[in-house]
């Protein structure tokens, strides 16, 4: 979106530069990338940077309060609860689409939130690789806070492994090897040294956790780096397990899953700013808006746009059996900002700020970002089907 620097970009960009990039993607963790991989960063004017910096404050502020957990209890469905939860999230990410505000100008607008973990070594990687493989201005950046690649990975060491050996941490998942976001794992992995494991792996000794190794040795877990999604676990009923996630261990949460529904679609009503579109929850409509073309309804537990409803009409909101499970959203029009390098088809695009939040922080750090971008009706692989310049990116902020 930053002019000077997107026309040189695209000027200087050829097919063996961006054969060059997918060849590091595709090999650096040992595994290729299951998704597209843009031609292209996102450059941020500062001018946008400044707004979203705003944005991200603005709801941090709500998140901080010390009701947040009251306000958020009904967020948890009752069957879904987990002891022990953490005080607050280790992982956050804000979804903003990228809009033109009444003046014209560039701004952000909050779509989705979660506390949950993101891709946070394959955006590192990509990042990465976009510097080795393109000419990219040296004082735009990727990471926040003035951190270095260093002090980056030493950031999620600290927040993932902590004081355990590396063996005594898994990545736990639901049959990590067949997710579309794998490739993270294995990044994970390489940089970290943990397990990657399918919760079916996991065996319980009374409250504790443990999980076979190559040769058959019991390694006890001490930390478990949650990335299991509920939605996709409760469709998993022929999963075996010997432990539910859902009774009292030893072991220690990175990443509570309670914490995935506290912050999620359930908050966004809580939300008030200029960054964020009027929400609210379906059962406190009194009626719908009259302007019900200019919303979208969204059902509460679910993962990767799946339920949304973008075109409405008053049947749709009528059919809804369970109205408290849904949320209705204003929509906004995202900017096609970016000029591509093919003629006459600019693209649009989703930020993501990335953040880490340590039990004796303050406040979350905004490290990282993950940028989608789209030429379709929606963020998101089926409506891309064919597309060039589209994908998984990320921004370069300038300072």
Known sequence: MHPVFREQFNAAFTPEKYQALLQTMNTEFGEPV????????????????DKILRAVDDIVAVLTRPDFRTLSQAAIPKHLWVPNEAVHPKFLQFDFGICRDADGGLTPQLIELQGFPSLYFYQHLLAQ???????????????????????????????????????????????????????????????????????????????????????GRKVPIQRMYNRVIFDELEKRADLPREWNMFDEVDAEWVGHPNWFFRIS??????????????????????????????????????????????????????SVDEPSNFILQRKVEYISGIDTAIPNEPAKCEIRMMMLWEPDWEKPVLVNNLIRISKGEMVGVRYNMGKEWVGSSVGFFEP
Do not use: M
């Open 34 to 49: 299951t998704f597209r991989v843009a031609e292209t960063p996102v450059f941020v004017p500062k001018i946008l940077k």
């Open 265 to 318: 679609k359930h908050t966004l009503p809580l939300l008030k700013s200029e960054f964020v579109p009027e929400t609210y929850f379906l059962s406190e409509l009194k009626s719908p808006p009259a302007d019900l073309e200019n919303w979208v309804l969204k059902p509460l537990y679910s993962f990767s746009g799946q339920g949304v409803k973008v075109n409405l009409n008053r049947e749709d909101l009528e």
């Open 129 to 215: 690789g976009y510097r080795r493989h393109f000419d990219l201005p040296g004082d735009f950046h990727h990471l926040f806070g003035g951190i270095n690649s260093e002090q980056y990975l030493d950031l999620l060491r600290q927040v993932i492994i902590a004081d355990a050996k590396p063996e005594n941490v898994i990545l736990l998942e639901v049959e990590p090897e067949k997710q579309n976001t794998r490739i993270d794992f294995w990044g994970t992995r390489k940089y970290l040294g943990l397990k990657v494991l399918c919760l079916s792996k996991v065996k319980r000794s009374g409250r504790e956790l443990y999980y076979l190794d190559d040769d």
